[in-house]
């Protein structure tokens, strides 16, 4: 079985920008997923990559303040997010997806990481 750790999280003032990351134990030949929940709400699709690299999706709430990528060398996905929002506040998993295809529901995913917080103070 694969692990995630994801890291970067922390403390951003709104308009910032931070990185996370999400290393895996060992070479992930899957798409990956970035997640985020919210207390006292459903996991939320964030972003995804293929496997390739070459296709990537983005949920509603982030499309163009983000970017995802993934170093195959380094199995390591990372997210970009940009201009910060308090809203933006939320724990952050990635996870592994069941194919190469990148989904945008959780069901699209099998191995999760432990998540890493990230709050937007305004």
């Known amino acids: 079985q694969v692990h995630l750790v994801e890291s970067g999280g922390g403390l951003v003032q709104a308009g910032g920008s931070l990185r996370l990351s999400c290393a895996a134990s060992g070479p992930i030949n899957n798409a990956m997923g970035w997640f985020r929940q919210a207390p006292g709400k459903e996991r939320e699709f964030v972003a995804a990559i293929s496997w390739g690299g070459e296709t990537t999706y983005y949920g509603g709430t982030v499309e163009g303040r983000s970017s995802i990528s993934r170093d195959n060398a380094k199995n390591t996905v990372y997210l970009q997010l940009n201009n910060l929002k308090p809203e933006d506040t939320s724990v952050y998993y990635c996870?592994?997806?069941?194919?190469?295809?990148?989904?945008?529901?959780?069901?699209?995913?099998?191995?999760w990481g432990q998540g890493t917080r990230l709050t937007v103070s305004s």
């Open positions: 996870a592994i997806g069941r194919t190469r295809v990148p989904g945008t529901t959780t069901q699209s995913y099998t191995y």
